[in-house]
């Protein structure tokens, strides 16, 4: 079914007696941070938590269990510190939109309903998403670190990330924050140099800052994706067994470019 995003439309019908609810809504943040876009990003995230909430409080036999994402992006840029799930929340705007997200996910209540929240970071998968771009620079030979390439980058292979979903929704252990993460986080560097082996590309010059800031621009994005980061740990989804696929970056490249 299909809604706004802000208002009940019939959701209550779907909802009530569900065996689990997924919610995996908002405004892509690979986009330029203008007003505009800063209101789009979290009202499209906060409107439609609210929304779900208020269907589900009216149902008379509420989901099982609701799984909510949000985003590393809460730890701010959060140098070389380690952030688990119990880490301090960071500054900045993108810290701000995942906050504003999880408060709303906090008002969500209701008699027996579990809630997980998955927080996760940039996600690696075979369908577009943030490769694409990345390995078109790599074609014209612009596969260099951003910066001064020490930022971290906490990443997860789609395939984990579709095994998480399915772990918070049969698994009644998952219950609270979870970064959903790989375990093996690298720096930009480190990164960009594992993807340009597996596209079998030469090594690139790195990209200053300021040249990273125009590029943004003109691919009409922001440059503090790529020169922010997060060192993260999936500490709760190891605590309770769950095993990757691809925890390290190198076998998860390789199965996404397996003849580059």
Same mark, same amino acid.
């Given at each position: 079914?299909?809604?706004?995003?802000?208002?009940?439309?019939?959701?209550?019908?779907?909802?009530?007696?569900?065996?689990?609810?997924?919610?995996?809504?908002?405004?892509?943040?690979?986009?330029?941070?203008?007003?505009?876009?800063?209101?789009?990003?979290?009202?499209?995230?906060?409107?439609?938590?609210?929304?779900?909430?208020?269907?589900?409080?009216?149902?008379?036999?509420?989901?099982?269990?609701?799984?909510?994402?949000?985003?590393?992006?809460?730890?701010?840029?959060?140098?070389?510190?380690?952030?688990?799930?119990?880490?301090?929340?960071?500054?900045?705007?993108?810290?701000?939109?995942?906050?504003?997200?999880?408060?709303?996910?906090?008002?969500?209540? =209701? &008699?027996?309903?579990?809630? %997980?929240?998955? $927080?996760?970071?940039?996600?690696?998968?075979?369908? @577009?998403?943030?490769? +694409?771009?990345?390995?078109?620079?790599?074609?014209?030979?612009?596969?260099?670190?951003?910066?001064?390439?020490?930022?971290?980058?906490?990443?997860?292979?789609?395939?984990?990330?579709?095994?998480?979903?399915?772990?918070?929704?049969?698994?009644?252990?998952?219950?609270?924050?979870?970064?959903?993460?790989?375990?093996?986080?690298?720096?930009?560097?480190?990164?960009?140099?594992?993807?340009?082996?597996?596209?079998?590309?030469?090594?690139?010059?790195?990209?200053?800052?300021?040249?990273?800031?125009?590029?943004?621009?003109?691919?009409?994005?922001? =440059? &503090?994706?790529?020169?922010? %980061?997060?060192? $993260?740990?999936?500490?709760?989804?190891?605590?309770? @067994?769950?095993?990757? +696929?691809?925890?390290?970056?190198?076998?998860?490249?390789?199965?996404?470019?397996?003849?580059?």
């Amino acid at each position: 079914m299909q809604g706004d995003g802000k208002t009940l439309v019939a959701w209550k019908k779907v909802l009530d007696g569900a065996r689990a609810v997924v919610n995996l809504t908002g405004k892509n943040v690979n986009c330029r941070l203008t007003p505009e876009n800063r209101r789009e990003i979290i009202d499209s995230r906060v409107n439609s938590v609210q929304a779900l909430g208020e269907a589900i409080a009216e149902c008379a036999q509420p989901p099982d269990v609701f799984v909510q994402v949000s985003a590393i992006g809460i730890y701010g840029d959060a140098g070389d510190r380690w952030c688990d799930e119990d880490a301090r929340r960071g500054s900045g705007f993108l810290a701000d939109v995942s906050h504003a997200w999880e408060e709303a996910f906090e008002e969500v209540q =209701a &008699s027996g309903m579990r809630k %997980g929240l998955l $927080c996760f970071g940039p996600v690696l998968g075979p369908n @577009g998403g943030l490769l +694409e771009p990345l390995v078109r620079l790599m074609r014209w030979f612009l596969g260099g670190h951003v910066g001064n390439g020490r930022q971290f980058f906490s990443w997860i292979h789609s395939n984990d990330l579709t095994q998480m979903f399915l772990a918070a929704i049969e698994g009644d252990e998952i219950s609270g924050v979870f970064n959903a993460v790989a375990p093996n986080p690298v720096t930009n560097a480190e990164f960009m140099r594992e993807l340009r082996r597996a596209l079998h590309r030469p090594w690139s010059p790195p990209v200053p800052a300021f040249a990273a800031k125009v590029g943004a621009w003109i691919m009409g994005t922001d =440059a &503090s994706l790529a020169l922010t %980061g997060q060192q $993260c740990t999936p500490k709760h989804f190891l605590n309770c @067994g769950f095993e990757f +696929e691809f925890p390290e970056l190198r076998g998860a490249l390789a199965n996404l470019f397996p003849r580059a």
